[in-house]
């Protein structure tokens, strides 16, 4: 092998030079390793009969997308398990795609129309869609290219897209076969409206948010003139479609009052005082406003007593002409006008200052306006139970476990399911109504005439509104598989096996897509749901726009690498815990990167041409040897472990302190002697312990850091066209070496008692010295003997005594445990006596004078009344420190002095 000065060259089989270079630059290789395995078709799958399937539906970015950490994180370990299974001998398949998030995308749309001083009604539905589509083709594919740089091994001959004519056929499908079974229905009730994207959204789509806010008193004054009643209200704008006021009919304060009649300040609108037990006798006066168009809870007390619904706000939360003199004000500039018009009134009796929930859309942060208003729905009570049934008896289990609480939960308490979305990119809904006879007609394609009344086409027309965007999301496992027809994909790779995903849409997602497997597919859509946490910054807060802390997974890439930030998304990470990202964790994985690229070169440049391990002689192996494949073979039982309980983080823990420690700092170290002298015995047997544990331990570290394994393994002597394809290590019986295991624990721990005590001494590590190791065990004393060589390797040990007793030793000698054994150093082995007395005795003059110093400021009276209180205390710490140390270092030179006498 020739050593190159910029790396190390290697002649292959048939002559071909490969040059390693002397540091690991991935920016050279990623793309071109990426290439290769497309190229070969690695990432494909098939339904084969002969292997068993894995496979993975990848949660679909949004079009509108850019790769960020929650993507980077959530793919990854995607991939992972991917490549893991796949190494294993599984048929694996990993199903990629994208969603079309109708209200991102429309609204990304309506912006730039806007900036062309256009509104989408300017253009009408046809040329909307037709800008819609032209901006998938144009961005849809960005965050693809993306996840490729990421290394995602996912089959993308598959790629999908939610609104694929296919999907979009299973999409109708669904809609029409709940729609004949009840199980959709179209009807007027309460929803949550979104001003700001402008359209209804379903009760998983709004987040709640404690925001300090005001109860406000106002007071309706009776009919009659004799008096009013007080009402507490938090939101004083909806006041103005008002059409009762209720009390508790337990109260007794309220008692006369039931059945009387109050006049609606500012409308004049004579509205009943009603008695329901919905009113909370504890809340602001224990009479309440009723407001049953602009509130869920005062719907359901309307409909119980037959109240008028008075709608005061359009769609976009701007008061309507029964709001009278507020017609045209936004919600919030109306309850400013109102409570003005209150207060001049005399009405407003007081305010109060109050802590509440308001309902925000996770979308665009808008507060949720309660309205009612006719929509679509899915009846959820009878999918939520089959739903819930496979989730308790286990065919879908949560990791972490606790996740099914939250699951639980959300279906347990589930209400109808809004689908209808005011928008126009989407699935429209297959609905179409009768202009003559208002009959609707569900059907996957326009009817070719009302089947009511004979109506022709002419006279029908289909429903505005598309599907909610989780609709089809619901529906991701099996409609990307080819259902509603028994394809081969569907019997061979459905049900899938792990979904991974982010706890923040359990409710959102997974359960509808439990729910819709079940209904439609006849099984639950997968057999695990691997939870992980959301990825925070290194002080724990939320990554966001707002706080500019946010950090793009490319820029990482582009400067560390893909392996480094795949590293730090990884290591030490548990299921279901947030993670903390820092730039520290990256520049570990990199420099972890750096060290197996070097440990691999020192292997590659001690290989000789020509190598051939077929003569290798397992007598020749020694206790390091042995102890190396002891230490791997426990590796690979430990990380497939934890690899089959989704334990990825901890598995590559393991693999980096097997690789960091035991293999690159002490077995290599251990070897080295061997490999230097050719006419060593043992010599091929160690270049062959070498090769085999870098190749093993790169399979092990494959599926997490994918780019620099490849690399590597390509220069290793295997019979394997890639690693990724290889076979994941077995675990062997015949592999374990439990003597020299606790041998080499024995001698490992007595070379870090010797580099502890030199350290602690102040010792350089060049200088020689003599090692007493004392044990009365002979087993001990046998290991300890054998070990002589490997502590005079790595502790830089002149002479190995081992003793049975410690009788003779002196007593100044330094001394520590080590695996049973107590290892002496004389103190004369360690220092230069006379040159220690001197260096002692200038420490102590000058503690001695900090020590002064210190007394003296402390004495000073002007400084304690004056001086903080925590730099008095500062002081006296330092003053307490110097006296501690005095005293140690004249014990120290006092021991020293009577050993010079």
Same mark, same amino acid.
């Given at each position: ?61 949004? !079009? ?42 429309? @609204? ?77 229905? *179209? ?67 309220? @008692? ?30 224990? @009479? ?46 109306? *309850? ?13 009796? *007081? ?130 598989? =080819? ?22 849409? &359990? ?23 691997? &939870? ?23 820029? !990482? ?82 990380? +497939? ?41 043992? *010599? ?84 020689? !010295? ?80 900090? &020590?002064?110093? +210190? ?32 005293? &140690?270092?004249?014990?120290?030179? =006092?021991?020293?002095?009577?050993? =010079?006498?």
């Amino acid at each position: 092998m020739k050593v190159e000065e910029n790396g190390v060259n290697i002649k292959d089989e048939e002559g071909k030079i490969w040059e390693i270079a002397r540091t690991y630059e991935p920016g050279r290789i990623e793309d071109k390793t990426y290439k290769r395995w497309m190229d070969k078709g690695y990432f494909g799958a098939a339904p084969d009969q002969s292997k068993k399937p894995f496979t993975i539906v990848m949660p679909p970015p949004n !079009i509108t997308g850019q790769l960020h950490m929650g993507h980077a994180l959530d793919e990854t370990v995607q991939d992972i398990l991917i490549r893991y299974k796949r190494m294993l001998g599984f048929c694996t398949l990993w199903l990629p795609g994208t969603d079309h998030a109708s209200i991102a995308t429309e @609204a990304r749309i309506v912006a730039a129309l806007a900036e062309e001083g256009l509104t989408k009604e300017n253009v009408g539905r046809e040329g909307f869609l037709e800008r819609a589509w032209k901006w998938k083709e144009h961005y849809g594919g960005r965050i693809v290219e993306q996840l490729k740089k990421l290394g995602c091994s996912c089959d993308w001959d598959r790629l999908s897209f939610t609104m694929d004519e296919k999907l979009s056929n299973a999409v109708k499908e669904v809609f029409i076969r709940l729609y004949k079974n009840g199980l959709i229905y *179209r009807g007027e009730r309460m929803i949550n409206w979104c001003p700001g994207c402008g359209t209804s959204i379903s009760d998983a789509e709004v987040e709640h948010e404690e925001k300090e806010g005001s109860l406000w008193y106002i007071r309706y004054p009776l009919k009659d003139g004799s008096g009013s009643v007080t009402v507490a209200t938090t939101r004083p704008e909806t006041m103005l479609g008002d059409t009762a006021v209720a009390v508790n009919p337990e109260d007794e304060r309220y @008692a006369g009052m039931v059945g009387r009649t109050v006049v609606l300040p500012l409308i004049g609108r004579e509205i009943p005082v009603i008695a329901d037990e919905y009113v909370d006798r504890d809340f602001g006066t224990g @009479a309440v406003k009723i407001t049953p168009a602009h509130d869920p809870n005062d719907f359901e007390v309307g409909i119980r007593h037959d109240l008028p619904q008075i709608k005061v706000m359009d769609n976009r939360a701007v008061m309507n002409k029964a709001a009278a003199q507020y017609e045209g004000l936004t919600r919030y500039a109306a *309850r400013k006008k109102i409570i003005s018009d209150l207060e001049s009134l005399g009405l407003l009796e *007081r305010i109060e200052s109050r802590k509440h929930n308001v309902g925000i859309c996770y979308r665009c942060d808008s507060v949720i306006e309660p309205v009612i208003s006719e929509q679509w729905f899915v009846r959820m009570k009878p999918l939520a139970e089959p739903a819930l049934q496979a989730v308790r008896e286990g065919t879908v289990s949560f990791v972490p476990e606790r996740f099914d609480k939250i699951y639980f939960n959300w279906m347990d308490n589930i209400q109808d399911w809004c689908i209808s979305r005011q928008l126009w990119w989407g699935h429209r809904i297959p609905a179409y109504y009768c202009g003559r006879c208002g009959h609707i007609e569900v059907a996957a394609e326009k009817p070719s005439g009302c089947s009511k009344c004979g109506a022709g086409a002419d006279d029908l027309k289909q429903d505005e509104d598309t599907l909610d965007t989780w609709f089809s999301s619901a529906l991701w496992p099996f409609s990307t598989l =080819g259902w509603p027809e028994e394809t081969d994909d569907l019997k061979y790779f459905y049900p899938t096996d792990v979904l991974v995903t982010a706890y923040d849409i &359990i409710f959102f997602w997974v359960a509808r897509m439990i729910f819709s497997g079940i209904e439609h597919a006849g099984e639950a859509p997968f057999r695990h749901v691997y &939870i992980h946490g959301l990825v925070r910054d290194a002080q724990g807060r939320k990554m966001s726009k707002s706080l500019g802390n946010g950090i793009d997974p490319l820029e !990482i890439i582009e400067k560390y690498g893909t392996d480094a930030l795949r590293y730090a998304l990884v290591i030490g990470n548990s299921p279901g815990n947030d993670l903390r990202f820092s730039v520290e964790k990256v520049e570990a994985g990199r420099n972890f990167a750096n060290k197996i690229w070097n440990a691999s070169r020192f292997v590659l440049m001690n290989f000789d041409e020509g190598l051939d391990f077929s003569g290798i002689d397992q007598n020749n192996f020694t206790t390091p040897d042995k102890w190396i494949l002891d230490r791997l073979n426990s590796l690979i039982r430990d990380v +497939s472990a934890n690899m089959e309980r989704y334990e990825t983080g901890m598995a590559l823990q393991k693999i980096y302190g097997f690789i960091w420690d035991e293999f690159c700092d002490w077995y290599i170290e251990l070897a080295k002697p061997r490999l230097y002298d050719r006419e060593s015995t043992g *010599r091929l047997e160690a270049q062959y312990i070498l090769n085999h544990v870098m190749k093993m331990s790169m399979k092990l570290l494959h599926p997490f850091m994918p780019f620099v394994t490849e690399e590597i393994y390509g220069f290793l002597k295997h019979d394997d066209e890639s690693i990724m394809i290889s076979e994941w290590p077995v675990f062997s019986e015949k592999m374990e070496y439990p003597g020299e295991r606790g041998k080499m624990a024995a001698v490992i721990e007595s070379i870090r008692t010797i580099r502890n005590i030199r350290i602690e001494m102040n010792v350089p590590q060049a200088k020689k !010295i003599k090692a007493i190791i004392v044990s009365p065990d002979s087993g001990i004393r046998s290991v300890m003997e054998e070990g002589g060589a490997y502590l005079a390797k790595l502790a830089n040990v002149r002479e190995t005594d081992v003793r049975e007793s410690s009788e003779g030793i002196p007593e100044d000698a330094v001394s520590g445990m080590a695996g049973g054994a107590q290892v002496y150093i004389p103190l004369d082995e360690l220092l230069d006596i006379d040159k220690e007395i001197d260096r002692l005795g200038k420490e102590l003059q000058g503690l001695s004078s900090e &020590i002064s110093r +210190s007394e003296k400021i402390l004495a000073n009276k002007g400084f304690l009344a004056k001086a903080p209180a925590s730099v008095v205390e500062d002081e006296k710490s330092k003053a307490a420190s110097y006296r501690e140390k005095y005293a &140690i270092i004249s014990e120290r030179l =006092g021991l020293l002095k009577n050993r =010079g006498n």
